[in-house]
């Protein structure tokens, strides 16, 4: 049994290790200055620690899984982004059918003039007004209808009076010509859109996979600090059968110190796990959106580990993440954005050859109505066609937009043949990890039990005096460990299973999160 003074040395120890880990941790996120080492009593009593949780992090907070998910999705900034990214979609969507709309023109002029002759001067006064209306056409042309009226006067005659209807029609033959090339805008605007929505998919995805994924860390966390408490107890419970031992006199007090190391050393474990909660606490805040601060650090789970016997089919889980992939579906949204823009390049390599008519009746008297009447009789008609052609030498900036838009095409390809690539990568991998996860449990459990036994056979080993403390300690150091190894491996299953279902399209379904779209 140390003496006061000796007892008095080894706190003093006790606390400057204490100090001195403080310091060190002066660069984590969480420091350990807190954790302070007391005495039971006078004269040599086993120092007992004051948990970090509760005196630094303030009373826990349930989380519910449902609850955490609603508030990751309504607070995350990537899927406000999204949102943000459709509404741009829909109005470049609208701007893009604008070739369709029906464009209305109207026009007034009026002028005179003055001619000198040997005569005399002639002046002439003249006046018009004239209204279109035009409409792209599906085919690149462009249909209108135009009305004309014009009023002259002269000095040296009476007035006269000139009305005219003209129907008119340009219609690219080469360059400009076709419907693929008249939506093109509209058709690419239609493919950012989807693109955003698929964005909005995989934003969905992974901030629920984020915060499934720190719920299950958060667990292993509680679980594992459980099982070292727990061990704590034992020690401790052997600490107390020990000192009653040396107090009837049947135990040597040598058999005291061991205990107490192993005390001391599931002490500092229990502070690692504690550390240990209170970082899971802090990245599960973070990915659910909810505040930090003074009173608001910790987190409590509610959800009861177990592992789901099923089967993994590679083969078939990579086809239905090939399918499901957000982001092989945008890289094809890509693909087919590329296609649009090759074929407006390669269209416009072809020269110019537009095709434009024009033809209407029209009627010329010195009273309006007269020439009214000559129009709508058909006195006058007129008819007129032209050809025009135009293009550049060399083509040469044509010709390279066509190569650009070619060239971006094939790398969107050489991107989706890379993802799936990486998706069969991902999947092997989650299969792997869910499969072995699943067979460490099963040793776990196996192991987890024969610990017990050989615990409870040390036990009786040590009552009939035929083991010693230490040997008991190990034997109850290598239960807690089977039993965090099974507590790692059920976690491990759930991220890995997770994983899966966040790849094949499982994921948001199986928490009843839908994403909107406009």
């Known amino acids: 049994m140390p003496t006061h003074g000796t007892a008095r040395m080894l706190r003093r120890a006790v606390t400057a290790l204490v100090v001195c880990s403080a310091a060190t941790a002066a660069a984590e996120p969480l420091t350990v200055a807190l954790r302070i080492v007391a005495d039971d009593g006078a004269g040599g009593g ?9 005196a630094l992090t303030g009373p826990a907070e349930p989380a519910a899984l449902p609850t955490l998910l609603q508030q990751a999705i309504r607070t995350d900034p990537d899927l406000a982004k999204v949102t943000i990214d459709l509404e741009i979609a829909a109005a470049s969507i609208d701007a893009a059918r604008a070739w369709d709309d029906w464009q209305v023109g109207a026009g007034a002029s009026t002028g005179t003039s003055v001619t000198t002759t040997a005569v005399g001067d002639a002046r002439l006064w003249n006046a018009t007004l004239s209204g279109d209306l035009t409409r792209r056409l599906s085919t690149g042309g462009v249909a209108g209808v135009e009305v004309l009226g014009r009023w002259s006067d002269s000095s040296r005659s009476a007035s006269q009076y000139t009305e005219a209807i003209t129907a008119t029609l340009t219609q690219p033959l080469l360059r400009g010509r076709g419907e693929e090339l008249v939506r093109a805008a509209e058709r690419a605007a239609q493919i950012d859109r989807d693109a955003a929505a698929l964005a909005g998919d995989a934003a969905a995805v992974t901030v629920v996979q984020d915060v499934v994924l720190a719920y299950f860390n958060l667990v292993a966390a509680e679980r594992e600090l459980a099982i070292r408490q727990a061990s704590l107890e034992l020690a401790r ?8 031992g040396i107090t009837a006199g049947g135990v040597a007090p040598a058999e005291r110190i061991s205990v107490e190391q192993a005390i001391a050393t599931r ?27 003074a009173g608001q650090l910790l987190l409590t789970t509610d959800v009861a580990l177990a592992i789901t016997p099923r089967s993994w089919d590679i083969a078939g889980i990579l086809a239905a993440t090939i ?32 095709l434009a008519m024009s033809l209407g009746p029209s009627g010329t008297a010195d009273d309006p109505g007269e020439a009214a009447l000559d129009v709508v009789t058909f006195q006058e008609f007129a008819a007129a066609l032209s050809l025009t052609y135009r293009t550049t030498v060399g083509e040469v900036a044509a010709r390279a937009t066509a190569r650009s ?13 890379d993802l799936e690539k990486q998706l069969a990568l991902a999947v092997t991998r989650a299969v792997l990890a869910v499969t072995a996860a699943e067979r460490r449990h099963d ?76």
């Open 237 to 244: 419970e052997r600490l107390r059968v020990t000192q009653a």
């Open 267 to 293: 002490e500092e474990d229990i502070l690692a796990g504690e550390v240990s909660v209170i970082e899971a606490s802090l990245a599960l805040r973070r990915a659910a959106g909810l505040p930090i601060g």
């Open 443 to 518: 040793l776990a459990v196996r192991t987890i039990g024969l610990a017990e036994q050989a615990l409870a056979a040390e036990q009786a080993r040590l009552a009939s005096g035929k083991s010693r403390n230490v040997d008991v300690l190990a034997r109850q150091d290598e239960l807690r460990a089977a039993q965090l190894r099974q507590i790692r491996a059920i976690v491990e299953w759930h991220r890995a299973a997770t994983t899966i279902a966040a790849l094949t399209g499982e994921l948001l379904p199986g928490y009843g999160v839908t994403v909107a779209r406009r």
């Open 323 to 354: 399918a499901y992939s957000p982001e092989a579906a945008r890289l094809r949204a890509l693909e087919a954005g590329a296609t649009i823009d090759v074929e407006v390049g390669e269209r416009g390599v072809l020269p110019s050859l537009d």
């Open 405 to 417: 838009a070619r060239a971006r095409r094939q790398r969107v390809r050489i991107d989706a043949g």
């Open 46 to 54: 086993t120092p007992t620690v004051q948990p970090l949780i509760g």
